[in-house]
């Protein structure tokens, strides 16, 4: 992955949100959160290309977002600013995640941006550097240059690495998108779960808090934890609209899978030690 090559794919991955409690609300009205971050090996795909005229391109816009407004567009743009690169871009991305689903689909990508270009570009920024130039862009974009599976707090920014055992999830995409900031915003919402220490996290303890204003808006996501429950404890990831479940073995995963009602979306994803890229050789 040390050169150009419009022909090798650098991935983006989804996360899951194994819990995620809400602690408290800063002062700017970004809320304190508690979550542990997992990757899984589901994702988008990006390729790159060098352009000589400093322009950065996106070759593949998505619908209903503007290039101006992509988040792969707007990492490389920031890494341009940030560093005085003069290097251009035409960037290719293959969208397989969904869009407002709380699998932090349009972060990853822009952290895939980051951690690429920061190569193409010979930039050598040290990870810290990118991490804090991707929290400029949403408050998931840092984990997945982080690239290490971690219990977070902050806004998301502040992590301790956890160690999980390779489980497999089965992944259901219930057919809404939500906005993140209609979620934060509700009244309704639950902003004084006690603190945990990270030490004292353990898979299974905690909830989502976010969850019971996500099935309140959308009721399609309580439908897809209905069913999904009858099977394994479901839960959504993130602000949703995706909700899991975890399954010792891919067979167990497989099967509740072929179980899926027509016109259904949902894959089965294993959950990875790390981040594809967590071994790039950024400081
Ligand atoms: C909830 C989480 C959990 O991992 O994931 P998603 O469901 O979006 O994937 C994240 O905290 C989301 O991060 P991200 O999607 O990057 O959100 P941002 O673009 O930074 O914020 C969108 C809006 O949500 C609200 N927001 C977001 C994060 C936070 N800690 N407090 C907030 O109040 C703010 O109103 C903000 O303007
Ligand atoms: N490259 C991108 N991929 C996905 N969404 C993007 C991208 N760039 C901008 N967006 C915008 O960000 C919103 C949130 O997308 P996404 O990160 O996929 O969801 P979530 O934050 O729920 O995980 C989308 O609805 C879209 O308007």
Not at 31 to 44: A, E, N, S, W
Not at 56 to 71: I, Q, R
Not at 87 to 109: F, N, Q, W
Not at 118 to 139: D, H, I, K, S
Request: overall charge negative; aromatic content about 8%; hydrophobic content about 50%.
């Amino acid at each position: 992955m040390s050169d150009w090559n419009w022909h090798s794919a650098w991935p983006a991955p989804a996360k899951l949100n194994l819990f995620l409690h809400v602690v408290g609300r800063r002062a700017d009205g970004y809320h304190l959160l508690q979550t542990v971050f997992r990757f899984v090996d589901h994702g988008d795909l990006l390729r790159f290309a060098p352009r000589a005229d400093g322009e950065v391109v996106l070759a593949t816009p998505l619908p209903g977002v503007p290039p101006e407004s992509d988040l792969t567009v707007r990492a490389a743009r920031l890494l341009q600013a940030a560093t005085g690169c003069r290097d251009g871009v035409e960037i290719a991305l293959e969208k397989r995640l969904p869009m407002g689903g709380g699998l932090g689909g349009g972060s990853s990508d822009a952290a895939t941006v980051l951690l690429a270009l920061n190569r193409l570009w010979g930039l050598g920024l040290p990870r810290a550097r990118l991490q804090e130039v991707g929290l400029a862009l949403g408050a998931d974009v840092p984990i997945f240059v982080y690239g290490r599976n971690a219990f977070a707090e902050g806004v998301g920014e502040a992590f301790t690495p956890v160690a999980l055992s390779s489980v497999w999830y089965v992944v259901l995409e219930p057919p809404v998108q939500v906005p993140t900031a209609d979620i934060f915003r509700s009244p309704a919402l639950r902003r004084d779960t006690p603190a945990i220490a990270a030490t004292d996290w353990r898979p299974g303890v905690g909830g989502n808090d976010l969850q019971p204003i996500a099935v309140e808006l959308y009721p399609a996501i309580a439908e897809y934890l209905g069913w999904l429950s009858a099977f394994a404890e479901a839960r959504m990831t993130g602000s949703g609209a995706c909700v899991f479940a975890e399954f010792a073995t891919p067979a167990a995963a497989a099967a509740v899978l072929a179980a899926l009602p027509a016109g259904w979306r949902g894959w089965v994803a294993r959950g990875l030690p790390e981040h594809p890229l967590a071994g790039l050789g950024a400081p």
